[in-house]
């Protein structure tokens, strides 16, 4: 019996070496190739637990059980870092992870893409960016879709605002290629997680509704209501009366004052003029808009004005918001608000814009302006 317990555990010894040295081999096995580059984003909140799954999509063949395994031996997956990574091969997992942990992120230059805003904004910090080889001048919106794959589609958001890294010299369109990966995984992710009773029938629509409540949207705690009352709008056929989107349909005829006339204007963006969304999104959501959007809050509300603050008030019918209106704005300091227009009034004279991007631009709210 002694002995076949010695025998037992030279066996065990013998296998667990053998496993051992299995791990060993592939956790220091080349994942990627010598001078190939992979692009991935590892999501805030739960980086750990979907980092096989955003690696698979990468193209970098590794399995969920065996991340897991490389995850719970080192120990360290509290400590992955979310962020945008460029890893350039050769790389194996352990040099991988070890990269995760310690947040570094692609050494180069960093570029921020602003919640908010438009392809033109967008083109422009492109154009800006340091040692950022531009190859977007001259190149119109349609064929740069077209060139990112997407021929007939809009580029307004359809890149994800985000802190993106490059290296010096890549190409801008190389850049715009993963910002459109990227928003692409976040509206497919909310698109599947939508309310059961969403009055929106696409993922597109989706994404255009999103970015009218990131311009709507003047303080985070108020988005999922901003969302709330733009869909209740959508439910019961009325106009969403946004000003972003009016805005937006003027262009450059825009001089910072919304005056009546261009609530008349024939702009398909008029919602004032035209019941249901915008032909296209307006502005860069980001992923707390298409959240909201895609999961609004519960509510009856059908209007709401700025109360100054950088918050909103919200109303279910066009008398209590007249009187919010009233409170927050006719009477703010004796007079309106600077950069409001208040509900009634005669909107012969010119009303300016507020600055903000995100900002309701005029401070108006839905079904404001009667």
């Given amino acids: 019996m002694r002995m076949l317990g010695r025998i037992f555990l030279l066996l065990l010894v013998l296998c667990l070496g053998a496993a051992g040295w299995q791990w060993w081999g592939y956790a220091h096995r080349q994942l990627v190739a010598p001078n190939a580059e992979v692009v991935f984003d590892v999501p805030r909140g739960h980086a750990g637990a979907r980092l096989a799954e955003v690696l698979q999509q990468a193209g970098v063949d ?11 031996l080192r120990g360290d997956a509290a400590r992955i870092k979310a962020g945008n990574y460029l890893i350039t091969g050769p790389a194996t997992l352990q040099g991988l992870l070890d990269e995760l942990v310690s947040g570094q992120q692609e050494k180069g230059k960093l570029i921020t893409l602003v919640e908010g ?11 800006k960016a340091p040692d950022l080889n531009d190859t977007l001048s001259g190149l119109s919106d349609a064929a740069l879709m077209e060139k990112l794959g997407m021929p007939g589609v809009s580029p307004e958001g359809r890149f994800a605002p985000d802190t993106y890294a490059y290296r010096p010299g890549s190409d801008d369109v ?10 692409q995984r976040r509206l497919d992710a909310v698109w599947e997680n939508r309310a059961t009773d969403s009055p929106l029938k696409t993922p597109a629509e989706l994404l255009t509704l999103a970015s009218v409540v990131e311009k ?28 972003p989107t009016t805005i937006y349909g003027l262009g450059e005829r825009f001089d910072g004052n919304l005056r009546k006339k261009d609530l008349r204007d024939p702009s398909p963006y008029n919602t004032y003029a ?7 999104p307006i502005s860069l959501p980001g992923l707390h808009a298409l959240q909201a959007t895609a999961r609004p809050a519960q509510s ?24 919010a209106v009233d409170r927050f704005q006719r009477r703010a300091g004796g007079k309106p608000l600077k950069g409001t227009a208040a509900a009634g009034e005669n909107l012969a004279e010119p009303k300016k814009a507020a600055s903000g991007a995100k900002n309701n631009e005029s401070g108006q709210s839905p079904g404001a302006r009667p």
């Fill in 62 to 72: 590794v399995p969920s059980w065996k991340m897991a395994l490389a995850l719970r």
């Fill in 117 to 127: 805003w438009n392809m033109r904004e967008l083109r422009v910090a492109l154009k």
């Fill in 174 to 183: 190389a850049l715009l290629r993963r910002a459109l990966a990227l928003q």
């Fill in 216 to 243: 709507e949207t003047g303080h985070v705690l108020d988005r999922e209501m901003v969302a709330s009352v733009f869909t209740n709008r959508l439910r019961k056929g009325m106009p969403l009366q946004s000003d």
């Fill in 274 to 280: 035209h019941r249901g969304l915008p032909p296209s």
């Fill in 300 to 323: 009856d509300k059908l209007y709401f004005v700025a109360r100054g603050d950088g918050r909103s008030e919200f109303s279910a019918d066009l008398a209590s918001h007249n009187r």
